[in-house]
């Protein structure tokens, strides 16, 4: 059976994130579920896309849209959600697309591939047996395929979560741990441990509770969800 891999903000940490898949060993049939905030904040946002959108050509990839991509995409088009989104990582982002030889970049030096992966390929919500996995929250009384309004989805943190009427366990991002540590209450798994924030980048084997954790410094180490109860 293809193992179920949820990794959780990346925040632009290019290095925790190459260290953590060759930590944790992909197979060839394992599913890899993105939680969401590829960019912003950390030092290397557009190696990250880079990384995710060529993992997406051959390997099993469900990436999640977070918070940040909802505003990198609507800084296009919308002043005020552009300088929302530079004080809040945004003017990072954009350094790391600057042409040779300078030190910051432009939306217009974002390349076409990369818009096309933000606007088109992310999706808000995905199911497996046992389990959903979203960016940030849902509304447990709503059925998974008619959540309103969006605002639970992206912007929402972890606050002791009731179960979902699925009876589905929800695992999510978002809500930072500054302990480096995923929180669980049983009903909701959080896995954002603060990778952007000098912790950890968290991968879970949903199957077995199994725990892979990486940093910008290259460090790993493994633990478990029993572990944190």
């Known amino acids: 059976m293809p193992r179920h891999l949820a990794i959780g903000d990346i925040h632009g940490c290019y290095r925790a994130l190459t260290t953590l898949v060759d930590y944790v060993g992909l197979r060839p049939d394992d599913v890899l579920i993105t939680l969401g905030d590829y960019v912003n904040r950390g030092p290397n946002s557009r190696a990250v896309l880079d990384w995710l959108i060529e993992f997406d050509q051959s390997r099993s990839l469900v990436p999640l849209r977070g918070n940040h991509e909802v505003n990198m995409v609507h800084a296009r088009t ?17 350094n790391t697309y600057a042409p040779s030889g300078q ?5 217009a030096d974002v390349p076409a591939t990369h818009w096309r992966f933000l606007e088109e390929r992310l999706v808000s919500i995905h199911e497996i047996d046992g389990y959903f996995f979203v960016h940030a929250s849902v509304d447990p009384d709503l ?4 959540q309103q309004p969006e605002y639970l989805l992206y ?9 979902h009427q699925s009876g589905k366990v929800m695992v999510c991002g978002h809500e930072s741990q500054r302990s480096g540590l995923p ?3 049983g009903n909701a798994i959080c896995i954002d441990t603060a990778a952007c924030k000098g912790g950890w980048l968290t991968c879970l084997h949903v199957e077995t509770g199994k725990l892979w954790q990486a940093n910008e410094a290259g460090e790993t180490r493994e ?5 944190l109860a």
Request: net charge negative; aromatic share 10%; hydrophobic share 35%.
């Open 78 to 94: 919308n002043r005020a959600v552009y300088d929302n989104w530079i004080a809040t990582g945004g003017c990072i982002t954009l």
């Open 103 to 107: 030190h910051e970049g432009s939306i």
């Open 143 to 146: 059925p998974l395929n008619d």
């Open 155 to 163: 912007w929402v943190g972890y606050d002791d979560p009731r179960r």
């Open 183 to 185: 929180i669980t209450n």
């Open 223 to 227: 633990l478990h969800m029993k572990d």
